[in-house]
């Protein structure tokens, strides 16, 4: 939350005026009916409170989207134009990969989920300690160390094992639509490897850069989260874009060289991850879908990014209880939402903090809101995160159905994008 302090003071001293636009909120499981149409105001009475009855991680130290971890899977047939379950885990085991991109004077360290072929399957079910994504050395050392030390919140919101295979043989049924990810302030590649995963078994090849200079072990200082270093951050993913779409870059493994679909490209991002993946949108033809979230896209720091510029799909996530970015940060999410051109789409997460849906909750204590017990921005009451091995599915499901959608052209994820899953701890709204 200290991180996070000057840019609520600037959010606070500043406001975006909401457009005003039509709307439809879902509330309610499947088959309810229940939906205001024209309207952007929630049910009076909201989604019940998580009680901290939702999935953890005990007995699966990976705290991985599994079967069992799958909410209300529906049990249909998955393929391309066909109704899919999203929140089970895809057909195709996973497969990882490091490499690093040069761009400009910076050297990026990448990492890349993708299809991986059967043979993979027991190594990606096995998959690899986290600590394995930091290279040997004096970094490698210090993440063995935090990850000793973990902290309550920490206990409860780290993933400590992956579910993918490092240097996994690729599928070889591509070409495959790309997810670009940017991570958050001070964060990496790898902090939400989860979601990335789940997107990989779906399908579609995720890759994302370390920001240098903006890392877990080589961090910026508070005001790095600027309109300066933002168009930093859209530079390394353009420049990390530009390598993997390159079929004789010799410099990308194997397994994604050559087989990325140039046409069906998105971007995500968590943060200020957020902001680098809606400018990344508005400032690259490529991207044809974008996926922010838990951070307003246009807001007045980064001053360059403008709604009115950016004609592609979007998805917010909202997380309600969202001790870092505060109302004021929620607020503009909103304002995003009603003034992004369409469709666009806003999921509302109950009782959710800002890294509940990220694999290094409570890593370090500035990444404590949202695992474990907290205090909610809303109110000032005492309350228990939501989960965030369940956290992390519901982001990971509604991933692949907007991704599913807007890339693929599949109209059977429309439906999902519309159904809050699991009501009692999503609101949906959209604007089609």
């Known amino acids: ?8 003071l600037l959010l606070a001293a500043c406001s975006t005026a909401a457009a005003d636009s039509d709307a439809t909120l879902s509330v309610g499981g499947p088959g309810t009916g229940t939906t205001e149409s024209g309207t952007t105001t929630p049910p009076d009475e909201p989604p019940p409170e998580s009680t901290g009855a939702a999935p953890t991680t005990s007995g699966d130290p990976s705290g991985g989207i599994t079967s069992a971890d799958s909410l209300e899977p529906t049990g249909t047939e998955t393929g391309m134009g066909a109704e899919q379950d999203y929140d089970a885990p895809g057909a195709a085991p996973v497969g990882n990969a490091t490499f ?14 993708y299809p991986a072929d059967a043979s993979a399957e027991a190594a990606a079910e096995q998959g690899h300690p986290i600590e394995m994504f930091v290279p040997e050395g004096e970094h490698r050392e210090a993440m063995v160390e935090l ?11 780290v993933r400590l094992q992956t579910r993918s295979a490092r240097d996994a043989a690729s599928a070889g049924t591509g070409p495959y639509p790309l997810v670009m990810f940017s991570h958050c302030h001070n ?33 910026g200082p508070a005001n790095i989260i600027s309109e300066d270093f933002l168009q930093v951050r859209v530079a390394d993913q353009m420049a990390v874009l530009d390598a993997v ?36 949108a508005q400032e690259d033809e490529r991207i044809l879908a974008a996926m922010p979230i838990a951070a307003p896209v246009e807001n007045p720091i980064f001053y360059g990014t403008k709604l009115a510029n950016i ?12 001790n870092s970015i505060q109302k004021i940060g929620n607020n503009l999410i909103e304002s995003n939402f009603k003034a992004a051109a369409t469709p666009a789409y806003l999921v509302r997460m109950q009782d959710t903090g800002h890294w509940g849906p990220t694999d290094i909750c409570g890593l370090r204590e500035e990444f404590d809101p949202g695992c ?12 228990v995160y939501l989960e965030p ?4 599915a519901i982001v990971a499901a509604y991933a692949v159905a907007f991704f599913d959608h807007h890339l693929r052209g599949n109209a059977s994820a429309l439906e999902f994008l519309q159904t809050p899953t699991p009501p009692e701890v999503v609101e949906v709204e959209t604007r089609l």
């Open 100 to 113: 690093s991109v040069v761009a400009g004077d910076r050297t990026l360290l990448v990492e890349a989920w």
């Open 245 to 280: 779409l390159d079929a004789g870059n010799s410099a990308v493994p194997e397994a994604i060289r050559g087989s990325i679909d140039a046409t069906r490209i998105g971007a995500m991002g968590h943060s200020f991850g957020a902001a680098t993946a809606g400018r990344l």
């Open 311 to 322: 004609v592609e799909p979007e998805l917010f996530v909202l997380a309600t209880e969202d």
């Open 147 to 157: 990850l000793a030390n973990l902290s309550e919140q920490g206990e409860v919101g």
């Open 389 to 392: 091995v369940q956290a992390r």
């Open 372 to 383: 474990g017990p907290g205090v909610r921005q809303s109110d000032g009451s005492e309350f």
């Open 1 to 8: 939350m200290r991180r996070f302090a000057s840019l609520s």
């Open 187 to 219: 964060c990496a590649r790898y902090s939400m490897f989860s979601i990335a995963e789940h997107l990989a078994s779906h399908g579609f090849v995720v890759v994302a850069p370390d920001h240098a200079g903006n890392t877990l072990f080589e961090p």
